[in-house]
């Protein structure tokens, strides 16, 4: 990151701008929510949407009457009483609804609705594919806004007109700027409100989850109270990381906020490690795929990455290599990352497939990395997914890793994910639909 223009810095810098935004957006997207007493109903990922999906909502009042019916499509419905749990955060209060559905059956086109007090809500759809079908997954980047959450819903509603046939979406992180302001998670949840009532939704923990209104770490309460997701039977971070099924593909969602949760919740290091071992060797499926916030690659201090590591003559910054042979013999790990020192070894020992990561707020292919090297068709290829908000940064390149980019500041985008037995096809899109790069890996 350039030395004048940090990324805490930029975020209070905008801090002012975000509170007036808020006045001018939020007021309205609060009217139109309370004129419905059932708020934010949403699909969470499951260990397997194949045959099961957790269904999530939001009420102003408690209402132990609440409940969710679902059906096969214009079937007889059941009835099911949700777990419902008080939350109170930024000195707001809302109640939490949450039920399990772990009995459908595979392939089905099935509804389902929710009654509350004189509420209720249309019937939802709600698709279970195939054990190994092929699939589409959209891919969004940090979202964390400064203007209402305005550009976040932008790039979500069209990603899904782009792509209407995706069969669940994942956000890497930072999906809000401070995880204590209530209100900014009104507004994310008022971007995707529409989308993900259709199909699943598979975050991954960022730090900015982890802010108060001050900017001090604390625990990621509201993330935590807003997403119920599959069991990692740990005792300590339960919702922190987990792992799904869908098609050929295995995700392995990891945590990389040890630095803001030092003090508060320690050791999910070395627990995730021996968790991430068990939890590979007990999938059969062929594709492993890692998530993760925090990027394996070092860019917050380019003058860093001229070290005498490197050639005189092979400037750190700039262009990428055009052919991989060219690039310096070091095993130096200056451009590698706390996150890439601590998990790539692994990821090489397990055989993951592909890491995605985000926080860098630019898109960013690296290929192939081995042994913290770069390499033709070992290892892990890695993504950094971009930026699906309005914070933008000048981010530096480095030589050595750094593939694909788009130009600096970024324009917002995303990314889709389409899988078979076959190949995992990767794509990154701009918000007006253009694909700006693409990738196979076949094996």
């Known amino acids: 990151m350039l030395k ?31 004129s419905n007493e059932i708020q934010y109903v949403r699909q969470i990922i499951t260990k397997n949407i194949s045959k099961s999906r957790t269904i999530m909502w939001q009420t102003a ?7 969710l019916h679902y059906r096969l499509e ?35 086109s099935y509804q389902y609705k929710i009654t509350c007090n004189t ?32 550009t976040w819903r932008n790039v ?27 209100w900014q998670w009104t507004q994310w949840q008022d971007g995707i409100n529409e989308l993900w009532k259709a199909i699943p939704f598979a975050p991954v923990m960022g730090n900015h989850e982890t802010y108060n209104l001050n900017w001090l770490c604390r625990l990621p309460k509201a993330y935590l109270a807003l997403f119920n997701l599959p069991d990692n039977q740990s005792q300590n971070f339960k919702d922190y990381y987990y792992s799904y099924d869908v098609g050929p593909v295995h995700f392995t969602v990891l945590n990389t906020m040890w630095d803001e949760l030092h003090g508060l919740n320690d050791g999910i290091i070395t627990e995730q490690i021996e968790w991430l071992k068990k939890d590979i060797s007990h999938t059969d499926k062929k594709w492993k795929v890692v998530l993760m ?7 917050d201090d380019p003058d860093a990455l001229r070290s005498p590591a490197y050639p005189k003559n092979n400037p750190v910054i700039g262009t990428p290599y055009e052919n991989t042979d060219e690039l310096p013999e070091t095993t130096s790990l200056i451009d590698i990352d706390e996150a890439g020192r601590i998990f790539m070894p692994h990821f090489d020992k397990l055989k993951i497939d592909a890491v995605l990561t985000a926080h860098q707020h630019t898109y960013r292919r690296h290929n192939h990395i081995y042994d913290f090297k770069p390499s033709k068709d070992k290892g892990p290829v890695y993504f950094c997914t971009g930026i699906a908000g309005n914070v ?52």
């Open 119 to 150: 509420s209720e809500t249309p019937w939802y759809s709600l698709t279970t594919p195939h054990e190994n079908d092929s699939f589409t997954a959209l891919i969004f980047p940090d979202s964390q806004c400064s203007d209402g959450y305005i």
């Open 156 to 182: 979500a509603h069209n990603a899904y007109r782009q792509h209407p046939n995706a069969n669940f979406m994942v956000s890497m992180g930072d999906l809000v700027d401070n995880g204590e302001a209530s």
């Open 392 to 443: 933008r940064y000048n981010v530096a390149f480095t030589r050595r890793f750094d593939q694909k980019f788009i130009a600096q500041p970024e324009t917002e985008n995303y990314m889709t994910l389409t899988a078979d037995d076959e190949k995992l096809l990767f794509r990154c899109y701009l918000t007006n639909g253009k694909m700006v790069d693409e990738y196979i890996l076949e094996k």
């Open 61 to 67: 009042k408690p209402h132990p009457e609440a409940r």
């Open 293 to 299: 916030h925090k990027d394996v690659i070092f860019y």
């Open 4 to 34: 004048s223009f940090t990324r805490r810095n930029f975020l209070k810098a905008v801090t002012a701008t975000a509170v007036g935004t808020w006045f001018l957006n939020t007021f309205p997207a609060l009217a139109e929510a309370s």
């Open 74 to 108: 214009n079937g007889p419905a059941t009835s099911i009483q949700p777990v419902m749990e008080e939350f109170v955060d930024d000195n707001h209060t809302t109640f939490i609804y949450s039920v399990s559905l772990d009995e459908l059956k595979r392939g089905e």
